[in-house]
């Protein structure tokens, strides 16, 4: 007689599979410390260097600008690279052979409260071909 064995064993591996690390690539928006996968390069953002925007309830002359300096590897016909880079939001920045572009962060800046570096959320969009 043919005895079935226990499919926890299975399953537990299964749901294991399907966890993500805190530290995963990603595509979408990531927190300082998490890796983005943008279509080419892993980009990890490390700090942000720069939070001048104009903040939504306010009325400002200079829009602002916020930069951020992130960590890039990726990987072409001659090995791995990494390289660091400080990206202003909006500005495209060559990268390999395209260019990387800091496309939005979130939350946006209020008048009379200072954000977090844990609150910062941020968007990555790489145009090239790695």
């Known amino acids: 007689m043919l005895r079935m064995k226990p499919l926890a064993p299975i399953l537990a ?3 294991a599979a399907c966890a ?3 530290n995963a690539p990603r595509e979408g928006p990531v927190a300082l410390g998490q890796t983005a996968y943008v279509g080419g390069p892993l980009v990890t953002p490390v700090a942000v260097v720069e939070d001048s925007r104009c903040p939504m309830n306010a009325r400002c002359i200079w829009a ?3 930069v951020v300096r992130v960590a890039i590897r990726g990987h072409s016909g001659s090995g ?3 390289m660091r880079r400080d990206l202003t939001l909006g500005t495209p920045h060559p990268v390999a052979d395209g260019a990387l572009t800091l496309v939005a962060a979130t939350p946006g800046r209020m008048a009379g409260t200072e954000l977090r ?3 910062y959320r941020f968007t990555f969009d790489f145009q090239g071909g790695i």
């Open 117 to 119: 570096s844990a609150d």
């Open 20 to 22: 993500t690390t805190p």
């Open 13 to 15: 591996f299964a749901l």
């Open 80 to 82: 791995s690279w990494t």
């Open 64 to 66: 602002g600008r916020l």
